[in-house]
Structures are given as C-alpha cells and as structure tokens.
Nanobody, 114 residues
Framework: QVEFVESGGGLVQPGGSLRLSCVVS??????MAWYRQTPGKERERVAS????????WYAESAKGRFTISRDNSKATVYLRMDNLKPEDTAVYYC?????????WGEGTQVTVSS
C-alpha cells in the first residue's frame, strides 16, 4: 500500500540546497512531517506542518535552514533545505504526525559531501 512517494534527494556539496517532494496518496492528511534516518540511529522528525501550512515546527538542527511547505491541490509536501551540512546526510521520509502511518515510503537519499 503506497501512501507516500518521496523524491528530490541527491548528492550536494556543503552549503548547497535541495528541495524534496512528497506525493501523498489516499485521504487528506492534516499534519504532515518530514523525517530522516541514518544507519544505526532512530528516525527523527525534522519538520512538520498543519494542513494550511500556517503552523510549522522545526528541529533545532533544521531551524533557519529548512522550510516545509505544502500544495494541497497537488497532495504534495515539500522540504526546502538550504546551507546543507554533512550531518544532514540521511534518508528522508515523509509521513503523518504525530501518528505516522505504518506504510512508510522508500524515502529519498540526501548526501552532503565535498
């Protein structure tokens, strides 16, 4: 059961930018979030947004650099990432918050390296 399809990752140099996209299938989701995971670590939430996009939350590590947005007409959630750092390297996923669906997408790999 595919509910979330992430894309937009890639290899970028430190200081670079990426915009991730997440297409959401099925019913409308009120609260959506972006999560990331590195090998050996638990998945962590980096940003979340309500349906209107006027209430957002960011992890401390993302504040001032990441921007979550959504286009509900396209059932798509975005994560704009600027001034990327090597420690941002991870697989990025989108899902609901605070109760994520059991059906996670495949994620999109972000690698920040010179």
């Amino acid at each position: 059961q595919v509910e979330f399809v992430e894309s937009g990752g890639g290899l970028v140099q430190p200081g670079g930018s990426l915009r991730l996209s997440c297409v959401v299938s099925g019913r409308p989701r009120y609260f959506m979030a972006w999560y990331r995971q590195t090998p050996g670590k638990e998945r962590e939430r980096v940003a979340s947004s309500n349906y209107a996009g006027d209430s957002t939350w960011y992890a401390e590590s993302a504040k001032g650099r990441f921007t979550i947005s959504r286009d509900n007409s396209k059932a798509t959630v975005y994560l704009r990432m600027d001034n990327l750092k090597p420690e941002d390297t991870a697989v990025y996923y989108c899902n609901e918050f605070p109760d994520p669906s059991d059906y996670w997408g495949e994620g999109t790999q972000v690698t920040v390296s010179s």
